[in-house]
């Protein structure tokens, strides 16, 4: 289950489409828009549209921005744990 998925959504999330919610980590992740659409089964377009929409609504001018929102809101993290042995 993604981090945005476990029901405690930050106000500013839920104006975002589940879609959107499940775009924004990848983008904060360094994905660009092709990844993410081989990764998601979309166009690369359709991935645009989405990271568009998201800045909009978040207020956002760039992908560094949605990054560092993502990592303010703890949707992902700066340094993820590597496999437990």
Do not use: H, W
């Amino acid at each position: 289950m993604s981090p945005l998925m476990n029901g405690k959504c930050q106000p500013e999330l839920e104006r975002l489409s589940p879609r959107e919610r499940e775009i924004l980590p990848l983008v904060a992740q360094g994905l660009d828009n092709r990844e993410i659409g081989k990764k998601l089964f979309i166009s690369e377009k359709t991935a645009k549209n989405y990271i568009t929409s998201i800045r909009k609504k978040l207020g956002l001018a760039n992908r560094t921005q949605i990054a560092l929102f993502a990592l303010r809101e703890g949707l992902i993290e700066l340094y993820p744990k590597e496999n437990e042995e």
